[in-house]
């Protein structure tokens, strides 16, 4: 069974490319447009990856994150922050927050990919 | 100079006299009556019963004629020597220009002529000194002027302090940056909040005493150090909460001892606003800019990396790309957009009417050349921002090149408004210039004849944020135009005129040079002499003359007197609405109707501030007793109690002036030669009664009262101080 990625991202111009790149490289892909969108998203289908904006509106990437991490029964769910915002004060805070990677746009697609191959060959 | 004789003693002197005359010829009488026979005493007793009713009324005649002929020589002879030596004491000490006249015997009217003759001559004399005084002291003054303009008009706040923080000298960017709201302009039903700034103020008023001693206590161990540097800079938040930077700078005496300090004050907010501002702009500018090349970025890898794409994702990914660059470029648009609309404030540009600046350039133009453009101004509403110098040189530069080396025709100017810009179109009948031309302009220094400045036209033009190039207009055939854009001015911004300033006699007094090499302050004050106390002196005007039965107070005036000074910068003027009828009686007095005082703050709002005011100081007013009753019947209102100690005019010149009929303000003015501007107002009734009051303390130093308690204990002896309210 594939691994399901869930992209997290209110720019629909990325999340074209995003859901392109995963499912071409076998990952099943589920979208959501808001922070609020993506906690349901993860509530009802389980992820085994978010690519995750944080300039979301009203509930933002690094509160997701926040979320994720408290919830333990979905401490199994590896974070990829993927985001704008690109100072090291930005990824120190997405990384203590629980994110497993910070990745700043813009970014080389094969590096996005190699990062999420690595995360989900591992075990949480 | 002792006492004359007054009219008390006076007449204890005529009971003396009367008693031992008395005593004396009853003596005599027992004596005459003890060796007179017994039929003398006989006779004389029957004569004396006979007669008792004739020799009583003749006693009461003989009685009422003394009292009379005794009374003449008093008033004739007496009182007027008691007035002569007052008038005498008024003339040589601080009213040279009075003249005595009174009604008297021919003896102490002869001496009153030959007094006032002396007094002419004195006069002179004073006059003629104080010339010399003021030839002398002229340069001196206009250096020290000099220095107060410079302090007065710089764009820093500056106060200084004694060591105790005092506030020795100020200027008026001081007094905007600290003091609490002002009044005009400002909802005059808002009472003022906050501290007063002003001379023999604590600073600690108006600046957190935390933060200064803070301050202090870093350059006291830079000092001990023996650092060269001994500022100390913070930040405070001043009026309004704007922020300041404050520069504390320690004032040395010659030994290096500690004698007080300056402080600097620069308002930053507005600067940090603009850095607050450049930040948020630019880092928007990066995520935005960051996203839309992320999105470009990842379609283009998988365009190239898949390049057996469906074409209808291809299509999406083309999309997607052109997408982003036009959202690249909308964001950069509004990034420039915003920065020229708000922030770009590199160049100090100031508001200018337009008017102003193209007359100045045609005048200019005039001069050098002998060629003024035509202009015909406009509306004088608009204005411009611009640094007028280096605009004019450069539109002077340009006028110049059109004129001597594209050489053509009469110019005229004419101006045009384009939203956030106006357009000045310099016009002339012939060809146009190129824009080669132009630019080469451009890149030239800016130099007109011995004019010049270190910065190209394009730089001036870039500062301003504008542009030049050859314009056209429908319709002007063989018309050409070069067009250059300039900055309007915010129309609803206000305008603040600075202060003019002249010399010597209008520059407000803000400073006395004497308090640093004061002794430090001590607390009791009925033991200082009255030279060196400060003194709110003031007045109120009422509904009516009862304070018991709900007259209330409707205007307060006061003016404060530092080191003998009469701080006219530093008055307290404020109408009070009584929340009652005014009756047209005392409307009549102070011409003070209900509507007027309509929207003034009540007594419960203005008694706190006047309190703070007078806080410190001595209170002063002319028959005080009624306005301190007054302000007594508010204390349970207001919880204000003003424990200030209280001199009153009144009583001090009945003391100093027993033999003067009149005590009351217009009198007491006229005899000290001071003129009453405004009066029976408050502000002015105070104004009138500070100059008073400085004209007494001599008078009262030449009869040995000279602290406080002592003007205090004089005042209570006078008949005036038995009328209590």
């Known amino acids: ?38 906690m349901e998203t993860i509530a009802r289908q389980h992820p085994d990856l978010i690519l995750l904006d944080i300039m979301l509106p009203v509930v933002d990437g690094f509160e997701v994150c926040q979320r994720v991490r408290e919830n333990p029964e979905w401490k199994d769910i590896r974070i990829v922050l993927v985001t704008a915002l690109g100072s090291e004060a930005n990824a120190a805070k997405g990384l203590a927050l629980g994110a497993d990677a910070y990745i700043t746009k813009p970014f080389a697609n094969a590096d996005l990919v190699a990062k999420v191959k690595e995360l989900l060959a591992c075990p949480a | 100079m002792p006492r004359l ?5 006076f007449w204890a002197f005529v009971s003396l006299c009367l008693l031992f005359f008395s005593i004396v010829m009853g003596g005599l009488g027992l004596v005459l009556w003890d060796r007179l026979p017994d039929a003398d005493r006989t006779f004389l007793l029957g004569m004396a019963g006979q007669h008792v009713g004739d020799l009583i009324g003749l006693g009461v005649i003989f009685v009422i004629g003394l009292v009379f002929i005794i009374d003449w020589v008093f008033r004739l002879y007496i009182l007027p020597v008691d007035r002569l030596a007052e008038e005498v004491s008024v003339i040589f000490r601080v009213n040279p220009g009075q003249r005595i006249r009174l009604h008297g015997s021919k003896e102490a009217m002869r001496l009153a002529t030959a007094i006032n003759t002396v007094a002419d001559s004195f006069e002179e004399l004073n006059r003629s000194v104080e010339d010399r005084i003021r030839e002398a002291g002229t340069r001196a003054e206009a250096e020290k002027q000099l220095l107060a303009m410079v302090v007065a008009e710089l764009p820093q706040g500056v106060l200084i302090c ?73 930040v405070a938040t001043g009026r309004d909460e704007r922020l300041m930077r404050v520069e504390v700078v320690p004032v040395l005496g010659r ?39 992320a999105s470009m970025r990842a379609a ?113 100017l004419s101006t045009q408004r384009l939203e956030s ?14 824009m080669e031309t132009i630019r080469r302009w451009e890149d030239q220094a800016v130099a007109v004849a011995d004019d010049a400045i270190p910065s190209t036209v394009k730089d001036v033009l870039d500062r301003h944020g504008t542009e030049i190039w050859a314009h056209t207009r429908s319709g002007g055939a063989g018309e050409s135009y070069l067009r250059i854009l300039l900055p309007a001015a915010d129309p609803k911004t206000p305008v603040r005129f600075k202060r003019s300033t002249l010399l010597p006699v209008n520059r407000p007094v803000f400073f006395d040079y004497d308090i640093f090499s004061r002794a430090d302050q001590h607390p009791e004050l009925d033991n200082r002499m009255l030279t060196e106390l400060a003194y709110t002196v003031f007045d109120t005007e009422t509904t009516g003359l009862d304070p018991r039965g709900g ?25 009070v609405n009584p929340q009652r009828l005014i009756p047209w009686s005392s409307v009549q007095i102070h011409g ?133 309210y």
């Open chain 1, 1 to 38: 069974m594939s691994k399901k990625v869930l992209i997290v991202d209110d720019e629909p111009s990325i999340i074209v490319a995003l859901q392109f790149l995963m499912e071409q490289n076998g990952y099943e892909t589920l979208v959501a447009f808001s922070g609020e969108e993506a």
């Open chain 2, 5 to 9: 004789i007054t009219k008390s003693s």
């Open chain 2, 162 to 234: 004694n060591p105790q923080g005092q506030i020795t000298l100020y200027n008026e960017r001081a007094q905007q940056l600290l003091r609490g709201s002002e009044r005009h302009g400002d909802d005059p039903a808002e009472p003022m909040t906050g501290g007063f700034v002003g001379l023999g103020r604590s600073v600690f008023g108006v600046l957190n005493k935390n933060i200064i001693s803070h301050a202090l206590g870093e350059i006291t161990d830079k000092m001990r150090r023996g650092q060269p540097d001994l500022r100390s800079s913070l």
């Open chain 2, 255 to 293: 030994d290096r001892d500690f004698t007080g300090f300056v402080l600097i004050l620069t308002d930053i907010s507005q600067q940090l606003a603009v850095e607050r501002r450049v930040d948020t702009l630019f880092q928007t500018l990066m995520v935005k800019m960051r996203a839309a090349v």
């Open chain 2, 300 to 412: 283009i890898e998988i365009i190239r990396d898949y390049p057996n794409l469906e074409a209808a994702k291809h299509s999406q990914l083309q999309g997607i790309i052109h997408a982003e660059t036009l959202t690249a470029g909308a964001a950069m648009d509004e990034a420039a957009a915003e920065f020229n609309r708000h922030v770009n404030a590199n160049w100090p540009l100031a508001r200018m009417r337009l008017s102003d600046l193209l007359e100045g350039i045609c005048r200019r133009a005039e001069e050098k050349w002998a060629a003024r453009p035509a202009y015909v101004p406009g509306e004088s509403d608009h204005w411009v921002r611009v640094d007028s110098y280096s605009m004019s040189l450069a539109l002077l530069f340009i006028l110049d090149r059109l004129m001597h080396e594209s050489a053509v025709g009469p110019l005229r």
């Open chain 2, 421 to 434: 810009y106006f357009a000045l179109d310099i016009g002339w009948t012939g060809s146009p210039v190129r």
């Open chain 2, 551 to 575: 007259d209330e107070i409707i205007s307060v005036g006061a003016v404060r007197i530092i080191n003998g000074k009469m701080l006219e910068d530093e008055c307290f003027e404020q109408l």
């Open chain 2, 592 to 724: 003070i109707q209900a509507k007027v005082l309509e929207g003034q703050p009540d007594i419960a709002q203005v008694l706190p501030m006047f309190h703070k005011y007078a806080e410190g100081t001595i209170l002063v007013g002319h028959n005080v007793a009624f306005d301190m009753r007054l302000l007594q019947e508010k204390e349970v209102l207001t919880g204000i109690r003003f424990g200030n100690p209280v001199l009153d005019t009144m009583l001090i010149s009945a003391f100093i002036h027993s033999a003067q009929q009149s005590h009351d303000l217009e009198a007491i003015a006229e005899r000290l030669g001071i003129t009453i501007i405004g009066r029976h107002t408050a502000l002015g009734d105070a104004m009138g009664t500070a100059e008073i009051f400085l004209k007494l303390i001599p008078l009262l130093a030449a009869m040995g009262i000279q602290t406080l308690k002592q003007a205090r204990e004089a005042s209570q002896k006078t008949y005036y101080a038995r009328l209590k």
